[in-house]
């Protein structure tokens, strides 16, 4: 953004846009998270139950891993 930009995002929003982009940022890696956490409990879960294999649980664990590094490395 040039300087008259921000000004003006400042003047309208009353915080930086750096301010804002960092509160995305962290909101989107707090649901991230959670959603692995809810991911992981519910394939513990269904492991504990019967219904999957132990390989099936780590499998889904270890996606839903990844998926959240991907995620991270870009919202960084």
């Known amino acids: 953004m040039t300087s ?13 846009a750096d301010t804002l982009l960092f509160a995305i940022a962290g909101t989107i890696a707090v649901l991230a998270t ?11 879960r269904s492991w504990r139950a019967g219904d999957i294999d132990i390989y099936d649980l780590l499998w889904q664990v270890v996606r839903a891993a990844i998926v959240l590094m991907i995620l991270g490395y870009y919202i960084r």
């Open 4 to 16: 008259v930009q921000e000004a003006a995002f400042r003047a309208g929003s009353g915080l930086s």
């Open 34 to 44: 959670l959603w692995v956490a809810w991911i992981s409990l519910g394939s513990f």
